[in-house]
């Protein structure tokens, strides 16, 4: 049997494949202002041996959103603290997201614990209402 030919493998978004001029020309920005913003910490490539930047597909997205912000009049430090803020409400949301969860989880099992005494009830002695006992003198 003929072997199949094997379909090229898509990189994930967060695998570094991309040189320097291929991400400036994904993201429309000189090479140099790519260099800038890694300097500057708004992006981190990934790096060869030989010290060569290479950028994710995540990285050119981030790029894209810095080009945007800075084409807006922002500068560079007010960047910098939006994606900080942006990456600390992503993570917020996941955080709230498991908790809803985790509250989810925990409402169904005091409903089956609930359920469940329920259920006992008839086995319990009858309590008297607050106040009808009357004290021995």
């Known amino acids: 049997m003929p072997a199949r030919p094997r379909r090229p493998q898509v990189p994930g978004p967060t695998v570094p494949v991309y040189v320097i001029s291929v991400a400036a020309e994904l993201t ?54 939006i994606l900080e803020l942006e990456h600390q409400v992503a993570a917020l949301r996941a955080r709230n997201a498991e908790l809803r969860g985790q509250v989810g989880e925990l409402q169904s099992a005091l409903q089956t614990t609930l359920d469940t005494l329920r259920g006992h009830r008839p086995n319990l002695p009858a309590l008297r209402p607050p106040g009808t006992i009357t004290p021995w003198h």
């Open 28 to 81: 429309g920005l000189h090479p140099q202002t790519l260099r800038q913003y890694d300097r500057a910490g708004l992006v981190s490539p990934g790096r060869t041996g030989g010290g060569g930047r290479r950028y994710s597909l995540r990285d050119i997205e981030l790029l894209r959103e810095v080009a945007e912000l800075t084409a807006s009049g922002i500068g560079l430090e007010g960047v910098r603290r």
